[in-house]
């Protein structure tokens, strides 16, 4: 059980706008930034966003970060076929004095 | 550009202790402003933080593994080192070492993993 919330799947066609949702609490995102990560299959995770929206170099700018409160969400826009794999959300939590994760979402272009 | 790389058995048996290595490259470890790492994902499942070590040999542990888990730096060999006791098949998992600079940067880098499996 993660301790951020995330949908286990999502899809959509290429040249799509998709969103990714993650859910949390007062004790990480509502009181941390929150990061997001893109696992290809059989690699490590890649940081994708920081600091709720922040690309690092690299990083095409079809991928946006936002947050509100405790809950967060990664839009992926003109969807690519090189983009299906699975993306995670990270915060720092406060109580547990330590990262957290959501549990992933796959993502399918369809 | 820093590299990070895992190592260590990839086969421990059930109640011994599983001990991997992640040596760091193309960086110091003894670099200011750096956390090191060690993350986990069992197969097919989600990502779990075990701990993190700051080149002083300052650590915090996630509290769901602390009594089995030690996280060690040496400097002098540009690497940092995981101790997980008493290993149970629910160990078994992809181990990862990642580093961050501040809470606000997230796990800026990653080594590319390296697989443990607890059996007898």
């Known amino acids: 059980q993660s301790v951020l919330t995330q949908p286990p799947s999502a899809s959509g066609t290429p040249g799509q706008r998709v969103t990714i949702s993650c859910s949390g609490d007062?004790?990480?995102?509502?009181?941390?930034?929150i990061s997001w990560y893109q696992q290809l299959p059989g690699t490590a995770p890649k940081l994708l966003i920081y600091?709720?929206?922040q690309r690092p170099s690299g990083v095409p700018d079809r991928f946006s970060g936002s947050k509100s409160g405790t809950s967060a969400s990664l839009a992926i826009s003109g969807l690519q076929s090189e983009d299906e794999a699975d993306y995670y959300c990270?915060?720092?939590?406060?109580?547990?004095?330590?990262?957290?994760f959501g549990g992933g979402t796959k993502l399918t272009v369809l | 550009q820093v590299q990070l790389q895992e190592s260590g058995p990839g086969l421990v048996k059930p109640s011994q202790t599983l001990s991997l290595t992640c040596t760091v490259s193309?960086?110091?470890?003894?670099?200011?402003?750096?956390?090191w790492s060690w993350i986990r994902q069992p197969a097919g499942k989600g990502l779990e933080w075990i701990g993190r070590?700051?080149?002083?040999?300052?650590?915090i542990y996630n509290p769901s593994l602390k009594s089995r888990v030690t996280i060690s730096v040496d400097t002098s060999k540009n690497h940092f080192s995981l101790k997980l006791s008493s290993v149970t098949a629910a160990d078994t998992a992809v181990y990862f070492c990642?580093?961050?600079?501040?809470?606000?940067?997230?796990?800026?880098?990653w080594g590319q993993g390296t697989l443990v499996t607890v059996s007898s």
């Open positions: 990270a915060a720092w939590d406060d109580s547990l004095n330590g990262w957290v």
């Open positions: 007062t004790s990480n995102i509502g009181s941390n930034t």
């Open positions: 070590i700051y080149a002083s040999g300052s650590t």
């Open positions: 600091d709720n929206n």
């Open positions: 193309g960086g110091s470890i003894r670099s200011s402003s750096y956390y």
């Open positions: 990642a580093r961050y600079n501040d809470i606000l940067t997230g796990l800026s880098s």
